[in-house]
């Protein structure tokens, strides 16, 4: 049906630098209707959709790019590059909290392991240690990616 009927037949006479870089509006808006609700507080779940959103939206960036002419083609590979960014923090912070949940339940198979639950403490901080970290730097890596200079591409 999609192949007989395409979504976006009126707009393909228009060029492409006119019709593609809305399309990554609602991917930014997506994101940052979430990133911008973000506390230092916030689970892990939040931080991790954050993340996931970052990703799509930066693919959007990467995938209009080269449809571009050459300032939008430099914003649109800008604003990707910033967006792996954000989306490298998130990441880190999201093994932590996967680290965190595997040497717990390592050390919970290992009761009275004294040794062995010693170690799993230790790795247990410097997890703890690498998540305080990330959510430190969220929200000034978040204000410098949310600058509308990286987005002046999709204005034309």
Request: proline share 6%; net charge positive; charged share 30%.
């Amino acid at each position: 049906a999609a192949a007989a009927a395409p979504r976006l037949v009126k707009l393909a006479a228009q060029p492409a630098g006119d019709v593609l870089p809305p399309l990554f509006g609602a991917a930014w808006k997506s994101l940052a209707k979430r990133a911008d609700a973000i506390e230092p507080t916030s689970p892990v779940a939040d931080y991790h959709e954050v993340r996931i959103r970052a990703k799509r939206a930066r693919y959007a960036a990467a995938a209009i790019a080269p449809a571009l002419d050459v300032r939008g083609r430099d914003g649109a590979k800008g604003m990707a590059k910033e967006l792996a960014g954000l989306q490298t923090l998130l990441g880190s912070h999201q093994d932590a909290a996967i680290a965190r949940d595997e040497i717990l339940a390592g050390a919970a198979r290992r009761d009275g392991d004294g040794p062995f639950n010693l170690a799993a403490g230790v790795l247990l901080e410097r997890q703890a240690m690498a998540a305080k970290a990330d959510r430190a730097g969220f929200p000034d890596l978040w204000h410098r990616v949310r600058r509308p200079r990286h987005r002046r591409w999709t204005r034309g």
